[in-house]
């Protein structure tokens, strides 16, 4: 199975290096969806001045080139090719993606490894609203990469190191070891957090205890070494509740904190200073990456050792893409943080390709996550201003998700989990619908409608195929076609459907979930008017007609379901 798109843009090109010669053949025939036809290339507008001929000459001229063409092309208006694929092309397309277990979508040719930074939460901290985007569009880009065949290595890069962890365990110490532990398995890292910064700034004998710790953990001291590791294990149990909870694919084996890049960093200082990479400045060792100036148009340092002698996330960040492209083999590194950040991370890739530790063939992006805002426009906080607990916030999204289906028969157990599965698909379809560097409101009558580019949405057109099969009798595996069109509707979905494979691989060429998002409510949007003017479980159906609409339906199901899961939204067997 073809998609449309990619056929059309290969017979484009071919027409014009026919037409106009062989430095044509690389133009892009700009190939888009069309109201007037299927698709419409606008390609001899942009070439006319070029060709120093009139656009409809040119179009003409690509026209008549398209020789053994699987539909009709006629020139429109001021030069627009309207392309109209045919009916038996369509369906013999829908018919091999329908035999495919992967609906059309292909393995990539050359797997790359793809190292994915994602979630990253402070572990001196609870988890809020904030970390939500940066864990949902990190795990979906995960799982687009694993199903084109890529080697995806995730990495969760937790802030699990550093001066506040002297207070940190001195406050584990005073309140006991079991006290700590509960408070921060149950989520309350901002309380623990608060409560030592308290005593750190008012009590000097405790301080003092924390200065000290410091220098014992940065030495690696046996005692204090085991209190970290009690104060880590107790968050990341915690933090494994919320992935759980939302259904990602971290586990522990992912966890590559602050703390393991511990032991280089004196040599990655030394080593770029050696070679005249990094320099002193004002006391401070710097690298001065060319393009980032200041105010006043001095160069911008990347500071990599303050003039204390301490490191900062420069440091740190300069020791992990080192090891993630020389230990970890990485063809391709995707930093799914703030984008806020966006400066920083510009800098520690020129700073990181000055070093060579970033070469050429290394494809190096920041997948730039933009902020969660409140109904009235700011940071999404509590009524009280403070951040949103994700737990809780989850939480909320089940108990709203259980009063859609409130009504519903079905046994308590499994109402309870399709609220989970609503609940989670509505909070996370929504964040995955836009695109990652923008705002967006967090809504949850929005989130949850059941009409609209919702997750709802496509969960209930899933349901409802799922309800035809159900009552039709037939397992979807065993609706084999053939696949014939008798109706628009039936041609306008299996025209959408060959489409899949195409969107698929733009998702993991451009790191943009929401051009994913966008293709499956396009297709459930389909589907609900095929559904509404194609009957297909009807006694007065032909026999046909009813074999070619589930095998449609069949198709259907297949796309939805693996494009939601690919985006980690979990799909109910019915609502």
């Known amino acids: 199975m073809t998609d449309p798109q990619i056929v059309l843009t290969e017979r484009v090109q071919q027409a014009l290096g026919a037409a106009f010669g062989a430095e044509y053949t690389d133009a892009d025939p700009l190939i888009r969806p069309s109201q007037f036809a299927d698709y419409q290339a606008n390609v001899a507008m942009s070439l006319s001045k070029r060709l120093r001929r009139a656009p409809r000459e040119v179009a003409q001229e690509i026209a008549d080139h398209l020789a053994d063409f699987p539909g009709t092309v006629e020139v429109s208006g001021p030069g627009f090719l309207n392309i109209t694929l045919s009916d038996e092309w369509i369906t013999t397309q829908a018919g091999e993606a329908l035999a495919d277990p992967r609906a059309g979508v292909a393995v990539a040719d050359s797997p790359q490894i793809v190292v994915i930074d994602y979630s990253a939460p402070n572990a001196a901290k609870e988890m809020h609203v904030g970390h939500l985007r940066t864990t949902i569009v990190g795990d979906a880009l995960a799982r687009v ?25 001195e406050h584990l110490l005073d309140i006991g070891e079991e006290a700590a532990v509960a408070q921060l398995e149950a989520g309350e890292g901002n309380a623990y957090y608060q409560a030592a910064r308290v005593k750190f700034d008012s009590d000097p004998e405790f301080n003092r205890r924390a200065r000290t710790r410091v220098v014992t953990l940065q030495a690696e001291e046996p005692e204090t070494m085991r209190l ?146 409140g109904s009235d426009g700011k940071m999404f906080k509590t009524r009280s201003g403070a951040s949103v607990k994700l737990l809780d916030l989850l939480d909320e999204a089940e108990v709203r998700a259980a009063e859609v289906i409130r009504d519903s028969d079905y046994p308590e157990e499994e109402r309870r989990a399709i609220a989970h599965a609503v609940g989670m698909g509505a909070v996370k379809y929504a964040d995955l619908s836009v695109s990652h560097d923008s705002e967006y409101v967090f809504d949850f009558d ?77 297709t459930a949007s389909a589907f609900t008017t095929f559904f509404e003017n194609c009957p297909v479980l009807k006694n007065d159906v032909d026999p046909a007609v009813r074999a070619s609409r589930l095998a449609l339906c069949a198709l259907t199901l297949r796309v939805l379901d693996t494009g939601l899961e690919l985006l980690g939204v979990p799909v109910p067997e019915r609502m």
């Not at 919320?242 to 990655?268: C, F, H, K, R």
């Not at 609209?452 to 037939?474: D, H, W």
Request: proline share 5%; glycine share 10%.
């Open 145 to 169: 990469h694993e199903h084109l065949g890529n080697r995806v290595i995730r990495q969760n890069h937790l802030g699990d190191w550093g001066t506040p962890f002297g207070m940190l365990i």
């Open 228 to 373: 970290w590791h009690i104060f880590m294990n107790a968050t990341v149990r915690y933090f494994n509740k919320v992935y759980t909870q939302l259904g990602v694919t971290l586990t522990d084996d992912d966890i590559a904190g602050e703390s393991m890049y511990n032991p280089v960093l004196a040599q990655v200082c030394d080593e770029l200073q050696e070679r005249g990479i990094a320099v002193v400045s004002d006391g401070a060792l710097c690298v001065f990456p060319p393009g980032f100036t200041g105010r006043e148009g001095q160069p911008l340092p990347f500071m990599i050792r303050k003039s204390d002698g301490g490191y900062g996330y420069a440091t740190t960040d300069m020791a992990t893409i080192r090891y993630r492209v020389q230990d970890l083999k990485a063809d391709r590194l995707l930093y799914v943080i703030g984008a806020t950040q966006a400066q920083h991370m510009s800098m520690l890739f020129a700073s990181a390709k000055m070093a060579g530790w970033l070469p050429d063939h290394v494809h190096a992006e920041h997948v730039q996550i933009g902020s969660v805002l």
């Open 446 to 522: 929005r989130m949850l409608a059941l009409t609209g580019n919702t997750g709802p949405y496509l969960q209930y057109a899933q349901a409802r195929i799922r309800s035809i099969f159900r009552k039709g009798g037939v397992d979807p595996a065993e609706a084999t076609g053939p696949i014939v069109i008798t109706h628009p509707a039936e041609r306008a979905l299996a025209l959408r459907l060959l489409g899949f494979g195409a969107v698929v691989a733009e998702m993991a060429e451009t790191s943009a979930p929401h051009k994913l998002a966008s293709y499956l409510f396009e």
